[in-house]
């Protein structure tokens, strides 16, 4: 079986981060081996929530990992608490990438135009500096719009400027820039990419859902990292992440009884399976 490394926090409830990337990897058939940042009792949607910096932790377990030889088919990090945090996960990729090995990166940091509590622009700075050692990155747009230094053009940015913020992100260095969460100009809901090697532009999308939850880009992500390692075709693995992603969504919309902090990603994970095994 195939191992991912993911590297984020725990929210104890909130369907976001590790509660989503553990079950679904392992739903797609792989071992998801976590390096937990920091544990929260819920994520900070909510007031008052508790927050358990797991820095301290991060190195030992990475000496721990290189002794017993371990190795993984991908990396992929998402929400990380702290500048040091971000070197700490470059150490990791030292030791455990290359060799074709891939690394994703979900800057998560910034969201309706505004950054997370707890960041700042020197925060941003050292993430351009993960982004650029990547093969993947999935920022949202607010995150594009930061890692770029360009103005927040808003969640209905139209597709010329998708474009330009692509362009930008692909001077980090990443061999692949996808920007999700973003309505095309056809008017459906999904991502648009480019390949810095082919300088090509690449778009997908669903019929759009009035509907905003946290934690979707955590599933996009999750979805997308699995299903690239199984398949090992890009645009196939994001064709799978958008639809599962936009599925979850659906399920919610429709659900009278779901919780106003994530979409029922449970549900749809007989859909994913079904998916990854065609």
């Known amino acids: 079986m195939k191992r991912v490394m993911t590297i984020q926090d725990i929210s104890c409830i909130g369907k976001c981060s590790l509660t989503v990337a553990l079950p679904i990897l392992s739903a797609i058939g792989l071992e998801a081996a976590i390096v937990p940042t920091a544990v ?5 949607q909510f ?5 358990r910096d797991l820095t301290e932790d991060l190195e030992p377990i990475r000496k721990h990992w290189e002794k017993e030889k371990f190795s993984f088919e991908a990396i992929y990090t998402g929400y990380l ?18 060799n074709g090995h ?24 050292e993430m351009k500096g993960l982004c650029g050692e990547a093969d993947v990155i999935l920022p ?3 995150e594009a719009a930061f890692l770029t230094g360009s103005e927040y053009p808003g969640e209905e940015a139209d597709e010329e400027t998708q474009k330009e ?39 997908y ?18 979805t997308f990292t699995g299903a690239y390692v199984r398949t090992g075709d890009l645009f196939e693995a994001l064709k799978i992440a958008a639809d599962y992603t936009s599925a ?10 779901h919780v106003d902090y994530g979409v029922n990603f449970e549900l749809e994970l007989p859909y994913l399976i079904e998916r990854i095994g065609k």
Do not use: W
Request: with cysteine.
């Open 165 to 203: 913020l692509l362009l930008k992100l692909s001077e980090l260095g990443s061999k692949y820039s996808i920007i999700t969460g973003v309505t095309l100009s056809d008017g459906s809901f999904g991502f648009i990419g480019y390949n810095r090697e082919s300088k090509e532009f690449f778009s």
């Open 47 to 51: 007031r008052d929530f508790t927050f």
């Open 248 to 257: 979850c969504i659906r399920n919610s919309y429709g659900d009278p009884d």
């Open 81 to 98: 608490g702290s500048r040091r945090q971000i070197d700490i996960v470059r150490d990791y990729v030292r030791t455990f990438g290359g």
């Open 140 to 142: 949202n747009i607010s």
């Open 102 to 125: 891939a690394l994703i990166v979900d800057p998560a940091m910034a969201d309706g135009g505004k950054l997370y509590v707890g960041f700042d622009e020197a925060f941003v700075e």
């Open 40 to 44: 929260l009792s819920t994520h900070t």
């Open 205 to 222: 999308g669903n019929p759009k859902v009035p509907y905003k939850s946290h934690g979707t880009g955590d599933i996009f992500a999750s």
